[in-house]
């Protein structure tokens, strides 16, 4: 049983190696930026801003940020537009855009469990609602009037700064 059990982690370290899906990595966990999905934002922010019912702002991050994800998601009476991007430190920040309250998005966002309230964040004049649990993974939310923007990831606060003020000042379309 011992020599079944030897040949077995034989196998099972060569296919880890042939398939890099696992790596030694002391200092935590890192991203390829090379092997992540690439979408043209500013493309598909355009396309899907025709089908809803709020403005749609094209965020201007910087050059070195890389959007992986857009999608436009409905859930119950919440339609939101989410960006995802990964800066070039492999943080990740999302980007939800919405007319929904901020109750209502906070809570699709976050799930049934209220989130508590952390405050206010001033960002270039813009007030930011910051949401979070010791541990977890913060959420801003501004309220620009005809849409309301949600930050959340794992970005640092200089990130999370960064992507308010490109997404305030983005282009905005409809």
Do not use: K
Not at 35 to 49: I, M, Q
Not at 87 to 97: D, I, K, N
Not at 127 to 134: E, I, N, P, T
């Amino acid at each position: 049983m011992v020599g079944a059990l030897a040949v077995l982690a034989v196998v099972v370290l060569v296919v880890a190696r042939v398939s890099r899906g696992c790596t030694f990595s002391p200092g935590g966990p890192t991203v390829d930026a090379g092997s992540l999905p690439v979408v043209d934002a500013p493309a598909e922010l355009r396309e899907l801003a025709p089908h809803v019912e709020f403005p749609v702002r094209i965020p201007a991050v910087p050059a070195q940020w890389r959007a992986n994800s857009l999608d436009r998601d409905t859930v119950g009476e919440v339609t939101a537009v989410r960006t995802g991007f990964v800066t070039p430190e492999g943080r990740y920040l999302r980007l939800l855009q919405s007319d929904a309250p901020e109750a209502a998005l906070l809570a699709v966002e976050a799930g049934t469990d209220p989130v508590p309230g952390r405050g206010v964040v001033d960002v270039d004049g813009q007030q930011w609602g910051a949401y979070g649990r010791d541990g977890q993974e913060p959420t801003w939310i501004a309220d620009l009037g005809d849409v309301r923007l949600l930050i959340t990831g794992s970005g640092s606060e200089a990130d999370f700064r960064t992507l308010a003020v490109a997404a305030v000042t983005g282009e905005v379309l409809g």
